[in-house]
């Protein structure tokens, strides 16, 4: 195999090892911020800089990014395709209001508040810890998860190109082609109604977040 099939390979990740990476999660905030990167396939640096203010009416408005510093930098979307609005699943609504009650370290960034008060380094080093214990490959912190989310959506034909190419931030398909691109017909017998399993786990990790909201 070549190096580019060979990196493909290692990186293979399915929906069966999503489930399970987000089941078997003890932290709270690992598990939101899982589904909340697997549900919107944002881009880590997207995902890590959200803010409760971005979410208007069930619609993420992705504009902001964490630099590689980890320094938060508003308006600073990586592309101008990168600047676009996701409308979330009505589950994972739920999950974030409930998780904006119950977590008590919140961080503030000017007026905006984030939704994941965690840098990078540690979502890396928490995930590949917790994929390992799982005996799941996973590398790249939460990009496995944009990987599959928007393969997922690809393989369920259900948007148009630019339709798919605006959710995910993408100017062309040259990206997705070559680096995030997986064959979800290969463990997934139907897929034209792509999120509708992952949506029970988001309704499994509500269940916790308000388990935990009562206590």
């Known amino acids: 195999a070549t190096l580019k099939n060979k990196y493909k390979l290692e990186f293979y990740t399915t929906e069966n090892d999503v489930v399970k990476l987000i089941k078997t999660e003890k932290r709270f905030v690992y598990k939101v911020l899982s589904t909340f990167a697997l549900l919107t396939g944002a881009r880590t640096n997207e995902v890590l800089a ?3 203010e971005d979410i ?4 993420w408005t992705i504009k902001n990014t964490l630099d590689n510093d980890n320094v938060f930098e508003p308006n600073s979307a990586k592309t101008e395709a990168g600047f676009r609005e996701v409308r979330l699943p009505k589950e994972l609504i739920n999950i974030l209001h409930t998780w904006k009650q119950i977590d008590l370290q919140k961080k503030k960034e000017g007026n905006l508040t984030r939704i994941f008060n965690l840098d990078k380094h540690n ?3 928490h995930l590949s810890i917790h994929a390992k214990k799982n005996n799941i490959e996973w590398k790249g912190g939460l990009s496995p998860f944009r990987k599959l989310s928007s393969s997922l959506v690809f393989d369920a034909g259900n948007l148009t190109e630019k339709e798919f190419r ?9 990206t997705f082609r070559k680096h995030y691109q997986r064959q979800t017909r290969k463990n997934l017998p139907i897929v034209d109604n792509a999120f ?5 786990i988001a309704s499994d990790v509500l269940k916790v977040a308000n388990d935990k909201k009562q206590n």
């Open 50 to 52: 959200a803010c409760y």
């Open 56 to 59: 208007t009416d069930g619609v």
């Open 123 to 125: 979502v890396i080093r």
């Open 166 to 174: 605006q959710r995910f931030g993408w100017e062309d398909l040259k």
């Open 196 to 200: 509708t399993e992952l949506n029970t």
